[in-house]
Structure formats: structure tokens, C-alpha cells
């Protein structure tokens, strides 16, 4: 009998089952051994792991002030943001302090961008603006491929 069964691992370094020779699962395209598979995006976690921060990011704000607007307590509004934050700062935290960082500085730049478009856009057209703003400043810092903790 000749060739891999035979012989052991393969001459392009792989086992017959497809595995590099020390064990490993081949890690590229085909599996092809020492070639890259594509970057992945950071982990999120917790509920609603699948959705991206980004449009998490968003959504809380944009539910943040539709609270405030509907009960008439802002402070209950302010709440839900906070809790908002937490959420997507946690479930993100794997793409790196620094990049969740930013992402709650966007945050708050977008609340307070909110406040000084009220008046010229009306305060939903506001919200929702700021809103698509931090849901993409969001996915490019947190959510896109190849955005890993540095």
C-alpha cells in the first residue's frame, strides 16, 4: 500500500483526513495548511447575539427617546439609553476597550447632536439622523470584518 494511509501525512503536509500533519484542523479556504482564513468580525454576545451593535446602538436610541416623548419623563428615557449603553457596551467588548470606547463617545455626540438639530430638523428627524450616525460609526468600530481586539 503507498500514499497517505501507507505512508503517514500527505506530502503537502496534511493527513489523509484533510489535517495538518501535527493534528491541527487545516485553516485555510480548502484546507490548504499556513493559509489565513478571512478576519471575522469581534464577538458579540448575549441576547440578540446575531443583530449587529450598530443597529442595537441605534434602536436605543432612537426607543430611548420615544419613552421620553410618550410617558413625558425624560429621566425615564435617560434610563433606558444608560441601560442601552451597558448592553451594547458589553455584549461588544470583545472588539476592544478602546473601539467600545469610542462607540459611547459617538453615542454621546449624537445625543447632544440631537439636542441642536431639534430645533432646525424638528426632534424626530433629529433623532433618527444622529440615530443612523451612531448605527454606522457603531458597525465600522465594532461590527465589519477584520475589526478584532488590539
Known sequence: MTGPAADGPAADGRGGDGRAADGRAADGPGGAVGTAAPPRPARARGPLAAVPT?????VTLVVAFAVAQVTGVRALGGAVLVLGVVWCAWRSWSAGAGRVVAVVVLGAVCFAGSHVLAPALGPWPAVLLV????????WSLVDRRGVAAR
Open 131 to 138: 440615530a443612523a450616525v451612531l448605527g454606522a460609526g457603531a
Open 54 to 58: 450598530g443597529v442595537l446602538a441605534a
